[in-house]
């Protein structure tokens, strides 16, 4: 394969120059381009990322979503200083796209309603975006629409709630139980189980 | 048309019969054949829904999470050395290659310099996983197939390789061996010249392998031209490893974005055009060639040194987010990871290779035999702990 | 030695032999099997059963068998389900009875007796039918449909050669057939003798689902074919038993047919000293390891190519070689 590398900011500068209006944001983050795309405007990014000859994001890497709800944004975090009032309290799509071509990675953050996350599907670009927004929509409760078949991937069907949120607690360490039998060999000598 | 034969009269009501009649041909049922979640040719608890007509399957579904541990939530209540430990519990197979992102992704955002020493040491660890990852696929492909003789030569070589590696890190599958900034310890005296006497096995009895399979007429009529998988298909899934260069897809996390001190190293990545079952099978084969090379170029060049930079006491990644992949065996291993600043990171979304790939099953399984779908399951080089995480 | 036996004593006696020598060659069968396969491996095999070398592993597995509880499944066809082991299994018996050890030692010399083992040695498709179709099971009755395709198929090479085979030596008798040979045996008909002798082994092959013939018990696709829902004795008897008895069977066939029976290898003088019982079962245990290697060697043709493979290849062959037969017959140096 011919490979026409680019550096980061080449790819920054081209990638922006491209999308134009359609990106909230973008920068370079540890070499690798950062967007932040509101919803409606997800589809036509990855398709311009996807068909553009001068960037060719032509491998799909993954899509997955991040609980932002707890995190803290204080002192940086490697976000501008006014997004990331935007990212307190929301959930993100991520997706990342990949130039096989041209060598370097687009991350794109779409920011979602907190109550109610609903993203369009880029099934339609990416086919093998099926079963990442599969995995995404039953482990946070984003729903897809556009997407052919969202039913759960791993999860049962009759599994309450949503895993990955941060307001799902693991009962393994949320209520631990004292262990009922002995905790040492004297106990257990002194006749606890 | 109706049944003349007076003793074949009461098939006359039957639906199977209506379809018959009213589409003017012969319908046979299409049979909903279940293949797993127990299954010999199925590496593990993973389950297809084939619908069959005859022997042709007509829609494959796969149905995974059988094994879904929940990494993602787990590694969330963790901190950075319990994670080291569960992550190679992921892709069982290449043990030491799932710490390596982990290890990489620390460094970047700690801003951690590794000694050399240990960087190379790293390159021949994950190198012989890489051959170890493997053979056991060779011999998988070929058994499911119906030659059974090759799993034991198979095995054979993994056994001197394991044990040289259990020699470093005492662990035969799982390791947990990568730190943060460099490895656990050095590598005892005579571990080269152990390691470099496996490899060199190895390759000494690669051509006859090779033979046994790639050679003989019936194994390339089981594989040739079956299970195309095309190359654009292969980029909308997400297809990487050696699955992605039978495609045609000529990329190697270790030559296009050296991580470690792979730029250092002479090997080649080998493709093949057409994307079938042989290709990929082909492409497994050589590339345990090309692994056997980086790591006598690795333990020959090893300088010596420490083997562990300047980490803090508690590792502690700053805030940040950063995507680091690697080349798994299987394929890019990728961890985006989002971190607070605390002992624990906040998110790490694990992309492993035998999700995308698996994924872009039903797709080549339309329209094939049973038969080939069992070739196909065999040439997809999967574990389950990787698809199901 | 003359024994005056009355008729009925006679065939208790040769009841009898058949239903001792079957199952302990089928042992023993067994265990040169693991035998092989292990050390073709670069792994030893049974070790342990019966102290040395495991040489009791094989009669162990059979004892162990028997105390398997009978499992028929629920919804399986239950007089169907048991009847067919026995369909598979006395066949498989019924081949032994014409099998010349000896120029005199032979259970039953029939005069039309390759005819025979060629009728009995098709009964066995049936059973396997019966065992996948009763099965209730969906991989059992793709393995079944397999088979039954396959054996039909592969009928033609074995009953073609061995009519060639017929042809040369003028009669059907075995006797008459393992006398008309000479050294050296197979390589005479030159050419013909060969292809004929490849013939019979790949059919014989394919007739006992050996690999690379084993689409029907493809292991690691249908656990194991037509047999899937078997357990016990059933299993014993109607796969294991019948599989190793019918490759001992068409490896005592396939000596007597090609490898000149009881005959020595050479006509030499000290070799002719040594009893024809031996040379037979020499001869036989050579087919068998013949058989072996190939299986162990192979992976397995997918049911379409194996079926394309003996219906546009071996019988065309097959038919080729029958005239090629007879023209040398007529045309040849033989008369």
Redesign the interface.
């Known amino acids: 394969m011919v490979r026409d590398r680019l550096t980061a900011e080449d790819a920054l500068d081209r990638v922006t120059g491209a999308l134009g209006e359609r990106v909230v944001e973008a920068r370079l983050n540890h070499g690798q381009v950062d967007l932040v795309v509101e919803a409606d405007h997800l589809v036509e990014v990855v398709t311009i990322l996807r068909d553009d000859i001068a960037l060719r994001c032509r491998f799909f890497t993954f899509l997955s979503a991040i609980d932002r709800s707890t995190y803290n944004f204080d002192d940086g975090g490697g976000a501008g200083e006014d997004k990331k009032e935007k990212k307190v309290g929301t959930i993100e799509v991520l997706v990342h796209l990949y130039s096989p071509e041209k060598v370097f990675h687009v991350n794109i953050h779409v920011l979602l309603d907190f109550e109610k996350p609903v993203c369009p599907s880029i099934t339609g670009v990416f086919v093998g975006a099926e079963w990442h927004e599969r995995e995404a929509a039953e482990m946070f409760g984003i729903g897809f629409p556009g997407h052919p078949n969202l039913v759960e991937l791993y999860l049962s069907e009759d599994f309450e709630g949503h895993p990955l949120l941060k307001s799902f607690k693991l009962p393994a360490r949320s209520f631990v139980k004292d262990w009922p039998g002995a905790k040492d060999p004297d106990e257990a000598a002194a006749g606890g189980r | 048309m109706a049944i003349k034969d007076p003793e074949l009269q009461h098939l006359q009501d039957s639906s199977a019969f209506a379809d018959e009649v009213s589409e003017g041909r012969l319908v046979t049922e299409q049979m909903l054949l279940n293949v797993g979640p127990q299954h010999p040719a199925t590496h593990g608890v993973f389950r297809l829904l084939a619908t069959i007509d005859g022997e042709r399957i007509v829609r494959a579904e796969p149905v995974v999470g059988y094994m879904h541990r929940g990494y993602e939530k787990l590694v969330e209540q963790r901190d950075y050395r319990q994670i080291t430990n569960l992550i190679s519990r992921m892709d069982w197979l290449s043990g030491i290659n799932n710490e390596l992102p982990l290890a990489l992704a620390l460094e970047k955002l700690m801003e951690i310099e590794v000694p050399p020493r240990a960087q190379y040491l790293r390159v021949a660890l994950a190198e012989m996983n890489r051959i170890l990852n493997h053979l056991m696929f060779f011999q998988s492909f070929a058994a499911e197939l119906g030659a059974i003789t090759p799993t034991f030569y198979a095995f054979r070589e993994r056994e001197d390789i394991q044990y040289a590696m259990e020699s470093v890190t005492g662990g035969r599958m799982h390791f947990g061996f990568f730190r943060p900034g460099g490895l656990k310890e050095d590598v005892p005296k005579g571990f080269i010249a152990m390691a470099l006497a496996s490899i060199r096995k190895v390759i000494e009895r690669l051509p006859d392998y090779e033979d046994l399979l790639t050679g003989n007429e019936i194994f390339k009529q089981r594989t040739i031209n079956i299970g195309l998988l095309e190359k654009e298909v292969a980029y909308a899934y997400g297809v990487s490893g050696p699955i992605g260069r039978g495609s045609d897809i000529d990329m190697d996390v270790r030559r296009d974005e050296p991580y470690l001190v792979y730029d250092e190293f002479d090997f080649d990545v080998c493709t093949a055009p057409h994307g079938d079952c042989f290709d990929r099978f082909w492409v497994l084969l050589h590339e345990i060639i090309e692994s056997a090379k980086i790591v006598e170029q690795a333990l020959e060049a090893l300088p010596p040194g420490p083997i562990l930079g300047k980490v803090p006491r508690v590792v502690e990644a700053p805030k940040g987010e950063v995507y680091i992949r690697t080349e798994n065996p299987l394929g890019e291993l990728g961890f985006y990871l989002v971190s607070d600043g605390g002992k624990r990171p906040y998110r790490i979304k694990i992309r492993t290779p035998s999700f995308s790939n698996v994924s872009a099953l039903p797709h080549v399984l339309r329209d094939t035999l049973v038969a080939d779908m069992i070739a196909i399951l065999g040439s997809f080089f999967f574990v389950l702990g990787d698809v199901d995480r | 030695m003359d024994i005056d036996l009355t008729a009925w004593q006679i065939l208790i006696v040769k009841l009898l032999i058949i239903l001792t020598v079957v199952p302990v060659g089928a042992l023993i069968g067994g265990y040169v099997l693991h035998k092989e ?1 292990a050390h ?4 030893l095999g049974p070790m342990y059963a019966g102290g040395w070398h495991g040489w009791a592993q094989t009669l162990a597995d059979g004892i162990k068998f028997a105390y398997k509880e009978d499992i028929i499944p629920a919804s399986a066809d239950r007089r169907v389900f048991s009847m067919a082991p026995a369909v598979i299994f006395v066949p498989v018996l019924l081949l032994f009875l014409v099998i010349p050890i000896d120029r005199t030692l032979i259970i039953e010399d029939l005069d039309v007796g390759l005819f025979y083992l060629l009728a009995i040695g098709s009964v066995g498709a049936i059973g396997v039918l019966m065992a996948g179709w009763s099965s209730a099971n ?2 059992a009755l ?1 393995g079944a449909l397999r088979s039954a395709g396959q054996l039909i198929a592969y009928e033609l090479p074995i009953v073609l050669s061995a009519a060639a085979v017929a042809m040369l030596a003028g009669s059907l008798s075995l006797v008459t057939i393992v006398e008309a040979q000479d050294w050296p045996f197979i390589l005479w008909p030159p050419g013909i003798g060969l292809a004929l002798f490849m013939l019979f082994i790949l059919g014989a092959m394919a007739e006992m689902s050996l ?2 013939f ?2 029907p018990v ?4 249908l ?1 194991t074919g037509p047999f899937t829902e078997y357990t016990g004795m059933r299993f014993i008897f109607g796969f294991f038993f019948a599989e190793t008895a019918h490759m001992i069977a068409f490896a005592g066939i396939g000596t007597t047919l090609f490898l000149g029976g009881y005959k020595p290898i050479v006509p030499w003088g000290p070799l002719e000293v040594i009893p024809g019982i031996i040379w037979f079962f020499v001869k036989t245990a050579f087919m068998i390891f013949l058989l072996l290697w190939i299986r ?10 194996l079926q394309k493979f003996a219906w546009k290849f071996l019988i065309p062959l097959s038919l080729a070689l029958i005239l090629a037969t007879g023209a040398w017959i007529l045309y040849g140096p033989g008369g």
């Open positions: 396969m073709m491996q670069h792994r969906k991989y793709i690999p690379p084993d689409m493809a292991e690691s696709e656990i162990f060697s192979f992976p397995r043709l997918r049911e379409d190519q």
